[in-house]
């Protein structure tokens, strides 16, 4: 019978497997396999901190975004383990059914009163919280206006929800301008996409601006606050905070992977808002509810930010004006402070050194990582092209001895190959 099946219609030619085999990525990655030049997925072999155990071997640690240290901070653990001997080790189902628990009504009733919305919502992860928000927010009617440095999981909301999509040039308030004034013309609604902090610049976005526009042409604004969140403002409750515009942002989005020691986002907004996505975002009906520890993790937390916020924050930012003065003073490229409207400066604990080729990213990526320095490495197309750079990122638990070796580090590495950072 299968036989005579077969013979009755054309059969399939192309294989959907083919992309992975003959993908133009295998010779690079291939390649930097056997020179041992992989600079991802490196095992790390103990606990997060400023100095890490990594494949055997102690590493200082400048890729992490436990930009606060609290994920070795005792109480944290302590929250954690209360709510996994109380709740057990997963909650089984969506939080739609039987997954919603005590500790998440807590944290979303804290977490709104803290970012001075009416409401916020708990996502498992920080890329469904994107995700899930924009996909629901926008219809194929509307348009969404992005930066061109916004995270993916911004962009994957933005291609799901169907909506027309309108980038424009990295920080380029004209350019947004010019978008808007396209998007006028659209039909349906308009809602802009912004990072608060962009992660791998490390720069803050001009949100002053932003709002002036969205204001005068009647758009939406959502912030993505993931590395800003308990990393600026006064309150530590990010970049809308530090710039003074929480009241005209619409939405923000932030994550509990970075500041906040554990693992999951929230979207804080309108209660009309933050209610229709608890019933319609896909990503939070059809997702398992995060394991209670991690809720558990994350409430504690916020709860040490609200608390101890500003001490930390300014030993944060201190580490990361120290680092950047250093790699300065070394003679290396590094991103420059943000100018705020002011005419102050700010720096994010995000501190990139540019490289330029992609292949002497790596290759001083595995210089350092050689002297026990563990970076993060960002290649094209994460970056634009000939923009790679090794991403340095800070913690408050870092010590200025840290610092100091790590720089060290950088300077005996650029002193025996030059070449790894000209140009």
Known sequence: MSEQLSAQGPRIESDVFAKARDHDRREILELAEKADMMPYFRLLTSEAGPVVEMEGRETLML??????????????????REALDTYGTALTGSRLLNGTIPLHIELEEELADWMGTEAALVFTTGYQANVGCIGTILGPGDTVICDSGDHASILDGCRLSGAKLRPFRHNRIDKLERMLDRAAGDG?????????????????????????????????????????????GARGAGASELLGVEDAVDLRMGTFSKSFASCGGFIAGPAEVIDYLRIAARSFLFSAAAVPAAVGAALASLRIIRE?????????????????????????????????????????????????????????????FEEGLYTNVALHPAVPPAGALLRTSLMATHETEHLDRALAIFERVIQRSPELVAG
């Not at 436990?66 to 929250?79: C, E, F, H, I, S």
């Not at 349906?188 to 601006?209: A, Q």
């Not at 003065?325 to 290396?332: A, C, V």
């Open 63 to 80: 890729g992490s975004n436990n930009y606060l240290g609290l994920t070795g901070d005792p109480r944290v653990k302590q929250a954690a």
């Open 188 to 232: 349906g609604g308009v809602l802009v996409v912004v990072d608060g902090v962009f992660s791998m610049e490390g720069d803050i976005c001009p949100l002053s601006d932003v709002v002036a526009l969205c204001e005068r042409y009647g758009a939406r604004l959502m912030v993505d606050e993931a590395h800003g969140v308990g990393a600026l």
């Open 308 to 368: 101890e916020g500003p001490e930390l924050i300014a030993k944060l930012l201190d580490n990361a004006a120290y680092l950047h003065g250093g790699l300065t003073g070394l003679g290396l490229r590094v991103v420059a402070p943000t100018a705020l409207p002011d005419g102050s400066e700010a720096l994010t604990p995000i501190v990139p050194v540019i490289v330029g080729e992609d292949v002497r990213a790596a290759m001083l990526w595995k210089a350092l």
